[in-house]
């Protein structure tokens, strides 16, 4: 009878150990379901961090805009970087972070506002574009592999037809706000003066002229100052003054006083040299 009991006793022990080994369980399992539920990728969570952010952004320039009561909608335009700056380098990108945070705001407006579905989507499209950079887009070029037997100059063209492409659907689904005009190699943002480097700086401005941008064109100019806004004008084969039949570009006029060679022989208003101080004969230090 002493051993039954003993035995009967370590059954009862094991039972015991099963059965809070099993209530074990069912907590691990709850909490695993509740990782499934709450985990989700490192991309996933950074498009909800930044659409929030930039849909809060976006809401207080609309409030500006109403309270300055401006003519214009004024929209922030977050802009593609690098291709090793992370996520938002890439068209594709650009465009995910747009498309979210613009859903993002129409729902606050939704929310907070009460306002109509479609009037918050309307306003959120308005007031939330994306500024493209085509010198940092082109830096893409780095990371374009060459095909078996193709010449560094069939690569160029197919990477500039790829990069078109892309840039046609932002264009063509009304992501661009903002353009930003800068020349590389591809491979570095050097902001070369346009022209001097690889960019199709051309095709992006005749792209987005015939999708209907009607917004601002800013040339960046690095060191080269007025030099890459000239350049520009160069490239993009922009006409500066008509004072005869014959359309004149920056070109002809840049250093030459309109087809004069010579220095002019005097200065007025803010470029005259200061008179703070001048020789006894009065002659002034140029």
Do not use: C
Not at 129 to 144: E, L, P, Q
């Amino acid at each position: 009878m002493k051993y039954i009991n003993k035995f009967v006793d370590e059954v009862k022990n094991q039972v015991k150990y099963y059965e809070e080994g099993s209530i074990s369980y069912g907590k691990n399992e709850e909490e695993i379901k509740k990782e499934i539920t709450n985990i989700e990728t490192i991309k996933t969570y950074a498009l909800k961090k930044t659409a929030d952010t930039l849909s809060t952004a976006a809401i207080y320039a609309y409030d500006k805009e109403r309270a300055q009561k401006l003519e214009k909608p004024l929209f922030i335009a977050p802009e593609n970087l690098f291709p090793e700056g992370g996520f938002g380098g890439h068209p594709q990108d650009l465009k995910e972070i747009i498309v979210e945070t613009r859903e993002a705001m129409a729902k606050k407006l939704v929310e907070e506002r009460k306002m109509n579905p479609e009037e918050a989507n309307k306003i959120a499209q308005d007031h939330i574009k994306a500024t493209f950079d085509i010198g940092h887009a082109y830096t893409w070029r780095k990371f374009f592999q060459t095909k078996p037997g193709e010449s560094i100059e069939e690569t160029d063209k197919r990477f500039k037809d790829y990069l078109m492409s892309e840039i046609k659907k932002l264009s063509d689904e009304g992501i661009i706000g903002h353009v930003h005009l800068a020349d590389n190699f591809g491979y570095y943002d050097e902001h070369v003066t346009p022209g001097m480097g690889k960019a199709p700086i051309p095709e992006f401005v005749k792209q987005m002229q015939e999708s209907g941008f009607k917004g601002a064109m800013i040339t960046e100019p690095g060191s080269q100052d007025i030099q890459a806004m000239l350049g520009t004008w160069r490239i993009l084969n922009s006409p500066v003054y008509r004072i005869d039949l014959t359309s004149r570009s920056w070109t002809d006029v840049e250093g030459s006083y309109f087809g004069r060679t010579g220095s002019p022989n005097y200065i007025v208003g803010d470029y005259a040299p200061s008179e703070d101080w001048t020789l006894w004969s009065g002659a002034r230090l140029e």
